[in-house]
């Protein structure tokens, strides 16, 4: 660590006491000069190789030097994780959290560095450093673009913002390095070698890829190690750990089995600490979980993906089948990673994943800390498409990383909000400009030769966006440039997409009564609601009848309308057992889906209000109410205004004294199960003041 200011080192001894030295690829990155100059810089080096460290001192320079940094990542995962990482800053008075107006460090989603881009200029003018984390998500088609507009306006902004990229390694690396101004330290060491093959089922003398995943684990269990398994979708995470487990229930021992029962409890736990029984999901995993193997998809409960992780970090669990959502930035110690599935689901049916997302995957084998060695084994089903697999994946490179700003029309829109609302570009020439200087226009206007068309073509996008966002009022043009209206600005303030906002706003503007019912449908038709799937191909009736009892006619049942129905259960008291039951859904996001669905209900509000109505505002706070706490409309103030009640609780004491709790004591308040001395003078409290 000789090459380190020893305010740096100190700390990052301290912090990071297993980092005795660097490595070649972060050493190479150290005698680039990155902690002595003030360059923008693209660090882009392989999986596991140490990445953050490298952000973290940069941050810390910037720090240590009296000003701010902000380190970027994509999830909010990740942003969780380095929040636990880099709190340990805070013994060295470094004030570490999520928003720079009161961090030296912050760690932010893409989408909230964004906000700060479009608002609070001069918080951003106080920041002298911004780390990006997964920049190779710049090509990704949602997140992309908001990260791409958000450091275009960021440098316009605050032009001496430094700006330090960690990558993976990317085809046309010389195209980033342009648009950013910026250096590159490109190395391909890592730090645990990671041996890469293709496994033909035919050689295991089998056609079930399954038993090919068992003959992994096999191996990884005789190594004393774990695996890590990806398949393309939740259904079949969940037959791949069943499968898995089966074959495993014979070859562990007692003493591991005891380990496996304890994690599955904790398992189970979970829906009954929010006063649900297991969902037959629940089930099934700790099923599985009883012999060494789960599976985690988005429709677990996040607590239960948390217990995964951390359990499977501990040893007590020996495989994960995962979809590929987990991909990205989790430290896991999978020695051995197994891709079963090298095709994923789209609406066009499936396609065959990218090898960026291959690279990705594999780079989860091998960590530092843990292993010292990866192995990453990709599944065919016959020799002809192993050698086609080998040379698309284990020789093939990575495809070129194209902006994605144009393709995704909403985000074209909100950007063009964002830059008005701020009051960037007042101008149709204003935006083109603002555009030219993004990923997108970079890319279009390098090419010379496609230089006259992009411009061209760029110019017919703004005009046609701008004729949509004017005809749905978001936008007005005036003899002082264009403005954002009322409802324009709601919509910059907010992170929904214009596609929802617009949808609201005609739903509201053609509201005749108020019916919480078709509000929730209307809602989860939106691409802002996180959808409640349905499980399997069982019967969607139910789901049809229950839309059809309230008066909502659809043609097709698909997850929104699931995500309705089990929405309007929640508010109405019923269980995520209940909900799974009933409808066949993953019940377990219903949570998530109703907190989503009750701030929506109030972006509703604010949309009416903009719109001068006020006539729904009660019944909206009401529904907002509903959905956040899942209560009928009787007991919201009693969940309210006792914290840490509850919907089962606060139904049960209703259920048993009645509306008027008043006259009863604390001692007979007690008498209802779950509630102690503490609660029951909360509640005589509430009663006695409400
Ligand atoms: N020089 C080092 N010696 C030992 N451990 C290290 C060293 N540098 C980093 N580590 C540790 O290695 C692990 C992986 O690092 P990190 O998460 O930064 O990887 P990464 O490069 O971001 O990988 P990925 O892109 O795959 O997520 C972390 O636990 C980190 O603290």
């Known amino acids: 660590m000789e090459n380190i200011p020893e305010n740096i080192k100190t700390i990052i001894n301290s912090c990071y006491p297993y980092i005795k030295e660097f490595n070649p690829a972060q050493k190479a990155v150290i005698d680039s000069g990155y902690l002595e100059n003030n360059k923008n810089c693209v660090i882009a080096i392989p999986t596991a190789s ?51 107006s009161s961090s030296d460090l912050s760690i932010m989603v893409f989408e909230s560095f964004d906000v700060l881009t479009r608002f609070s200029w001069d918080v951003l003018r106080e920041v002298d450093t911004l780390i990006i984390d997964e920049f190779h998500m710049i090509g990704e088609f949602s997140r992309g673009p908001t990260i791409e507009c958000a450091i275009t306006r960021a440098k316009i902004i605050n032009p001496n913002l430094r700006i330090i990229a960690l990558s993976a390694t990317l085809e046309n690396m010389g195209e980033i390095k342009n648009w950013l101004d910026a250096t590159v330290v490109e190395h391909d060491y890592r730090p645990v070698p990671l041996n890469k093959d293709v496994l033909d089922s035919e050689m295991f003398n089998t056609k079930n890829k399954n038993d090919v995943v068992v003959k992994v684990l096999e191996k990884a269990i005789a190594d004393d190690s774990q695996a890590l398994s990806f398949v393309s979708t939740r259904r079949f995470t969940e037959s791949l750990a069943s499968y898995v487990a089966g074959k495993l229930k014979k070859k562990t021992t007692i003493e591991q089995k005891k380990g496996f029962k304890e994690v599955a409890e904790k398992l189970l736990a979970v829906p009954e600490k929010k006063g649900s029984r297991p969902t037959s999901t629940c089930l099934k995993l700790a099923e599985s979980c009883e012999n060494g193997s789960v599976f985690h998809h988005a429709g677990l409960f996040s607590e239960q993906k948390e217990i995964i992780e951390e359990e499977f970090r501990n040893g007590n669990i020996l495989m994960i089948a995962a979809t590929p959502s987990l991909m990205y930035g989790v430290n896991l110690p999978s020695k051995y990673v197994v891709i079963r599935d090298y095709t994923r689901w789209t609406q066009q049916g499936p396609q065959a994943i990218p090898v960026f997302d291959y690279e990705q995957m594999s780079g989860r084998a091998g960590r530092p800390q843990y292993d010292d060695k990866g192995y990453s084994y990709l599944v065919a089903k016959s020799m002809e498409e192993s050698i086609t697999l080998e040379e698309r994946y284990i020789n093939g490179s990575v495809e070129p990383t194209n902006s994605k700003l144009i393709e995704n029309k909403d985000a074209v829109f909100k950007q063009i909000i964002a830059q008005v609302a701020s009051t960037l570009s007042q101008s149709p020439e204003e935006l083109q400009d603002f555009f030219n200087k993004t990923f997108y226009g970079y890319q279009m206007t390098a090419n010379s030769s496609m230089s006259f068309f992009a411009e061209e073509s760029l110019k017919f996008e703004i005009q046609n966006a701008l004729e949509f966002l004017i005809q749905n009022q978001i936008l007005q043009a005036t003899p002082s440039g264009l403005k954002t209206t009322a409802f324009g600005n709601l919509i910059a303030k907010s992170n929904y997409s214009v596609e929802t906002a617009v949808k609201i706003k005609e739903y509201v503007n053609n509201l005749e009564s108020f019916n919480p019912e078709e509000l929730i449908y209307q809602l989860a038709q939106t691409p802002d609601l996180p959808l409640i799937s349905f499980k399997g191909r069982k019967s969607k009736d139910p789901v049809r009848e229950k839309l059809s009892n309230y008066g909502l006619f659809a043609i097709d049942i698909a997850n929104p309308e699931a995500t309705a129905v089990s929405l309007i259960e929640w508010i109405n008291e ?23 669905a009750s701030l929506l209900v109030r972006f509703t509000k604010n949309t009416l209000e903009v719109l001068g109505k006020y006539n729904y505002s009660k019944d909206l706070d009401y529904l907002s109410a509903r959905l956040y706490y899942g209560v009928k409309e009787d007991i919201i103030p009693l969940v309210i205004g006792v914290k840490r009640l509850g919907r089962r609780r606060a139904r049960a004491l209703v259920d048993v004294f009645g509306d008027d709790l008043r006259p009863f004591s604390e001692k007979e308040l007690q008498k209802v199960e779950g509630i102690g001395p503490k609660l029951a003078k909360s509640i005589k409290n509430f009663a006695d003041n409400y």
């Open 50 to 100: 140490g990445k953050t460290v490298l952000g973290v001192m940069v941050a810390l320079k910037a720090i240590l030097d009296g000003g701010k940094a902000i380190y970027a990542a994509p999830l909010l995962s990740i942003q969780n994780e380095k929040v636990k990482e880099f709190k340990k800053f805070e013994e060295f008075g470094i004030k570490v959290g999520k928003h720079p």
């Open 574 to 596: 019923r269980t995520e057992y209940q909900i799974e039951n009933a409808y066949h859904v993953y019940s377990s996001s219903t949570r998530r889906s109703a907190y989503e």
